[in-house]
């Protein structure tokens, strides 16, 4: 691969064999040996917690020198473009660079370029606006593949602020292209009917006793601006409607697991007792990251012929 940035276009063989190289880091039976120094740096314009850390660790975790960038004292505030940031960036010596963005899409003109462009680097998505989330999307699949060590038929719900998501966009798409059988929950105002071709809008209470994985999503008052429902919020109405309650858990099957991207709003999405319950999988979803986000960086390094790797 030469640049990461969706899931959209990985076919299943990709998928699982990416997943296979992440868990051979988990084990400790997969070494990548960089023979050339390797300059990656990690842009993110968006806050993160789990995914910039994450690739921080699986970068160093490969031997890569990670090269400080914070944006909000970088010269993108005296009007710098994306591309010209990266065109610097690569004139220092950067090579990889993961970037979260707001804008939907920004990766498309960093990697489609024109006759007189000529930015080399490989390009990582680490999130943008309301669009994918593929490290996201992938280190879900290890955390499901992990659990039923298959994907075809299981019920799988998404459940909460879809619209807004970027993790649920790009995991309907990669979990319907591996069989899974999805259904959508939550408000009907935080839904698209554009999602209808991967899956079916449910109540969650007509599928809480029947799912193999209850997919959580954050609700995104960042993304709500404007919105009346946004003003109409009720942090309680919402949980006791849409969310994760005690009662529910105890509907779902034994071997059921809830998972959540994070950050998680406490007692909206989740009840606050359940984050640690034994279905929960919210930190072994983080563990994974790194393990999973080492396996993108290396093809993305192998894809660029990066580090001497072949
Ligand atoms: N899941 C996720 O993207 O979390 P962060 O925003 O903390 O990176």
Avoid: C
């Amino acid at each position: 691969l030469k640049h990461f940035v969706t899931v959209e276009d990985l076919s299943n063989d990709q998928i699982l064999s990416l997943i296979q190289n992440a868990e051979g880091f988990r084990k400790q039976t997969r070494k990548v040996v960089l023979t050339e120094p390797v300059y990656a740096a990690n842009l993110f314009f968006e806050n993160s917690t789990r995914t910039h850390t994450s690739f921080d660790m699986a970068e160093r975790k490969l031997g890569i020198q990670v090269i400080p960038f914070d944006p909000s004292h970088s010269s993108v505030n005296k009007g710098e473009t994306l591309y010209d940031t990266l065109l610097t960036l690569e004139a220092l010596g950067v090579q990889l660079s993961v970037i979260r963005h707001s804008t939907n899409n920004y990766y498309e003109p960093l990697i489609n370029l024109n006759d007189d462009q000529h930015l080399h680097m490989a390009i990582m998505n680490g999130g943008d606006g309301s669009g994918q989330h593929p490290s996201q999307s992938m280190l879900d699949l290890m955390t499901i593949y992990e659990e039923f060590g298959h994907f075809d038929g299981l019920k799988i719900a998404i459940v909460g602020d879809i619209t807004s998501s970027r993790v649920a966009r790009s995991n309907m798409q990669a979990l319907h292209h591996l069989g899974a059988e999805l259904y959508f929950a939550g408000p009907d105002y935080w839904y698209d009917s554009q999602f209808d071709k991967y899956g079916k809008h449910v109540d969650l209470d007509e599928i809480i006793d029947q799912i193999n994985v209850a997919m959580l999503l954050r609700v995104q008052h960042e993304r709500h601006a404007g919105d009346e429902n946004e003003s109409q919020f009720s942090a309680v109405g919402y949980h006791e409607k849409y969310g994760l309650t005690n009662k529910r858990y105890h509907q779902m099957k034994d071997e059921a697991i809830i998972m959540h991207p994070g950050p998680i709003n406490r007692d909206v999405e989740f009840s606050s007792n359940l984050v640690e319950a034994e279905k929960s999988r919210f930190f072994r979803q983080m563990q994974n990251g790194v393990f999973m986000r080492m396996a993108m960086i290396e093809a993305v390094l192998r894809g660029n012929h990066l580090g001497g790797l072949k």
